[in-house]
């Protein structure tokens, strides 16, 4: 693989699998990344959502045995769940690429994700849903008005659906594993519509690129979900909160310092 295009790809789906679902926000990290390796605009924002494929089939692999059975209760939660984000994503979706998919707005969105991550795992009371199991479609739907907030780039899609499940009183276990249900749906519409509407910018090399992107992703985010799921049993999340306060402290220090031209062609 001598292409240093498919070599952007390779690391920018590593990227993705190790980031997608950890409370760091994904898409900020590939804004930010992609920003480095010059690779931005248009080809990239699709890029970057269509190799979001990838983290979510490891979730389906890592299932297989909830995702293949006859499992009425979690389709219904999951589908409850899709709908907010859905709607406000095809409302929003095209503002919200146009004015805040750049680092100066993910670094923001880095820190105060940080800051909310902080005051809610902190103050949460006894869990009332110790599994997903125990979820009614009320629960699924309350984890989807969280997702909402995902919306906005640097917020991180698996940071609002965890700790806004526990603001609602599901267990950090049972928020973490539906979390990792609920992406499979949203990653899955997402980059279908946005490979569709791209349809006419993608080009041989473009396939390419998301093909390693994809497997790169699946394999990193398989990691993660196998660590992730032993990892809440016995820790909270402000680790993670903390390391995304640090890290928009930093970009943003860089940008008024000169140091980096963050969002420069």
């Known amino acids: ?46 890029f970057f959502v269509a190799i979001q494929t990838g983290a979510m089939l490891a979730v389906v692999w890592q299932y297989r045995h909830r995702f293949f059975a006859v499992d009425v209760a979690l389709w219904r939660n999951l589908a409850v769940a899709f709908v907010p984000a859905a709607v406000l994503g095809l409302t929003f979706g095209g503002a919200i690429k146009a004015y805040l998919f750049s680092p100066i707005p993910v670094a923001l969105a880095f820190i105060v994700g940080g800051i909310v991550i902080l005051v809610v795992d902190r103050g949460t009371r006894p869990a009332r849903v110790e599994s997903t199991r125990a979820m009614t479609w009320r629960d699924a739907l309350k984890v989807g008005v969280a997702q909402c907030f995902a919306l906005i780039p640097g917020t991180s899609r698996s940071g609002a659906t965890i700790i806004g499940g526990m603001l609602f009183g599901l267990s ?3 928020a973490t594993e539906f979390s990792f249900f609920l992406a499979v749906p949203t990653l899955m519409a997402a980059g279908a519509y946005d490979l569709w509407r791209s349809r006419d910018l993608i080009a041989i090399e473009d396939l390419h690129m998301i093909a390693v992107g ?8 398989l990691v993660v979900i196998r660590w992730l799921i032993h990892y809440v049993a016995t820790h909270d999340f402000r680790p993670f909160a903390w390391y995304r306060i640090a890290f928009g402290v930093v970009v943003l220090a860089t940008a008024y310092t000169g140091l980096v031209s963050w969002g420069a062609p």
């Open 1 to 46: 693989m001598t292409d240093p295009a498919l070599w952007k790809a390779l690391v920018l789906g590593i990227i993705e699998g190790l980031t997608e679902f950890l409370p760091i926000s994904s898409t900020g990290h590939l804004i930010l990344a992609g920003d480095l390796l010059g690779f931005n605009g248009g080809n990239a924002k699709m």
């Open 172 to 174: 950090r276990p049972a």
């Open 214 to 221: 994809l497997v790169a992703s699946f394999f990193s985010a």
